[in-house]
């Protein structure tokens, strides 16, 4: 889950000046870089720091954040490993895409016993996790040609639903071991306000004392919780590795999250860093959101973004129930509606919602995706028509 960056308008360094001054061309684009593309730097300040990765080898934990369809963010993730391996090769790397369950696969596949494509089937990925596997398979590369071990640091989306709706209540048997998170701080539950309104229903005004804002709260902190003890796990090894998990940045950000429930498991010699992009605005002024950021040249605009249909689904009987039609999609142009149940997409059965993705991102621009969908009683056939341009 990503949990939104804190927007704030820049106005400090004109009102340094005495007075507003306006900047055009490079000099305006300077001044809205917090940190200086390629440059470490500790939030709040721009100079530049030196030998950053000698020192983050010295610690026990390192989170690396990201948003996870950023490709240079991974790009970022993967040098930094690079770095990092020259002087820590004992290092176990700990992703949140994988849920416990998959653990046998990644040892499989950083041995040498699985190829790319048997590797992607075995752990399920369109299921876990979705997004374009190219993003990852440089890192998931990195770690078998230097048979270093993966760690998978989630738990089944089925367990965090689970225990979501049941809390502390739910036994241990149904949490896959994990144990009851620490509370979240005021600050963290301000912040996943803040992305649980972006996951309501229009119309429906979301409220923080609300039955389902608590159930979300405590999806996340057991999501930190479950990916805190996994990194616990592998540290409490004999030989006592570098652990570098790979996660949301909203894992991460101002030492809540995995830090937090980290700390409660009595390991506090962890080490965050996130990538920023250019342009971005910057962190909250007095807050640490990291012990390190690195600047980033902000390349999303020149990414083609995959193609959306524009609904939530979960799994029914006989195919895919929508909960939820997004305004302006292409479902809501193709009159989809909450609780329709989608059975087949461009003639193949759709058993699961990691089917449909699949379906959904081989579609082209300007294409059009045959639908059949029950409605109650009645069986509707609708066309999905993706726009030329996305």
Known sequence: MRVMQICLILIAAALSLGSPVELSGTRAAEARVCVPVGAWVIPGSRKKQKDVLKTLARHDVLLLGESHEEA????????????????????????????????????????????????????????????????????????????????????DRETNRRVA??????????????????????????????????????????????????????AQIFWDRAMAEAIAGAR?????????GIMGSGHVEYGDGVVHQLAALKV?????????????D???????????????ASLTATRTPPPRLGVVVSAAETGVKVDKVVTQSVAEATSLQMGDVIETAAGVSVRRPADLIAIIQRQAPGTWLPLSVRRGEAILEMVARFPTER
């Open 72 to 155: 240079e963010h991974h790009r970022w993730q993967l040098h930094t490993i690079a770095a990092l391996f020259s002087y820590r090769p004992d290092m176990v790397l700990g992703f949140e895409m994988f849920p416990r369950s998959v653990q046998p696969v990644l040892d499989r596949w950083t041995k040498g016993e699985l190829d790319e494509t048997a590797f992607l089937r075995e752990v399920d990925w369109q299921q876990i996790w979705g997004l374009d596997s190219e993003l990852y398979m440089p890192l998931f590369h990195f770690a078998r040609m230097h048979r270093l071990p993966m760690l998978a640091l989630n738990v």
């Open 165 to 218: 709706q049941r809390g502390p209540a739910a036994p241990g048997s149904e949490r896959e071991g994990v144990g009851v998170p620490a509370p979240a701080s005021p600050s963290y539950r301000d912040r996943l306000f803040e992305s649980f309104k972006t996951h309501q229903a229009e119309g429906t005004e979301p409220k923080a004392d609300s039955e389902q804002f608590s159930h979300f709260v405590q």
């Open 282 to 296: 910057c962190p909250t002024p007095g807050a640490r959101v990291a012990n390190l950021l690195f600047g980033l």
């Open 268 to 280: 506090n010699d962890v080490v965050t860093a996130l990538p920023w992009n250019s342009g971005a």
């Open 236 to 244: 409490r090894k004999q030989r006592r590795p570098l652990v570098v």
